[in-house]
């Protein structure tokens, strides 16, 4: 059995996800709840091999050791550029109020092209900075699915005025998947509701706005 569970956690409703496949799991943004993936990897008898960071703002890591703490053999991989940004809560007081903590050292740094199996789904990774220097998109081809982080919203793009963010990088980035993937392609954003680029092609002004489309 494969497929992917999407979990809005924390104050910021972070959508945290969890891909899984042959007994296996992925987890990527572990923004909060930790426990309560914990209990869905559990219930499912999934064994935990990696948590990925769609990129490194400390809303989508708050319970990345949580939940290694829970599963100490899974590692964490983030892209390099954004190291700089994993002891960094952007505001003082935004990682008491998210709960979080320091995430645990990186295992794994990604880079563009970069494969990683869970049971029989390959997910890809694709640089794109913009929101952040090391930002990246997860595809999951198998299942058209794209895993976004602040890239794409729902009825809007990320922001580019936090610590690394280009306005020119994220116009690219966002050109670059609406060129390389259909509009039938599902899409995880960062927080709220998912998507499909068909509709965020058709209904989001600010694509429109921002030249990408």
């Keep these: 059995m494969e497929g992917f569970q999407v979990f809005s956690v924390g104050p910021l409703r972070v959508n945290s996800t969890v891909l899984h496949s042959g007994g296996e799991a992925f987890v990527f943004d572990p923004g909060g709840e930790a426990e309560r993936i914990a209990s869905f990897l559990r219930d499912r008898g ?18 990345a ?4 703490r829970l599963f100490p053999d899974a590692f964490l991989a983030v ?32 880079k563009e092209g970069d494969r990683f199996a869970v049971g029989s789904l390959t997910v890809e990774v694709l640089e794109t900075p ?9 595809s999951v081809p198998d299942l058209d699915l794209l895993i976004a982080g602040d890239l794409l919203f729902r009825g809007g793009v990320g922001r580019w005025d936090l610590p690394g963010g ?5 116009r690219r980035s966002l050109r670059r ?27 989001n002004p600010h694509l429109r706005e921002l030249g990408i489309i």
């Design 79 to 110: 892209h390099s550029a954004d190291r700089f940004l994993l002891e960094n809560e952007l505001w003082p007081g935004f990682a008491a109020y998210l709960d979080a903590e320091v995430p645990p050292p990186v295992d794994l740094f990604l």
């Design 65 to 68: 050791a949580r939940l290694k």
């Design 46 to 63: 999934l064994d935990l091999k990696g948590i990925f960071l769609t990129h490194g703002h400390v809303d989508h890591f708050a319970h």
């Design 166 to 170: 280009n306005l020119e990088e994220l």
């Design 177 to 203: 998947i609406f060129e390389e993937f259909d509009d039938r392609t599902r899409v995880v954003t960062g927080h709220y509701e998912t998507t499909t680029l068909g509709r965020e092609r058709r209904f």
């Design 130 to 138: 913009g929101h952040s220097p090391g930002s990246v998109v997860y």
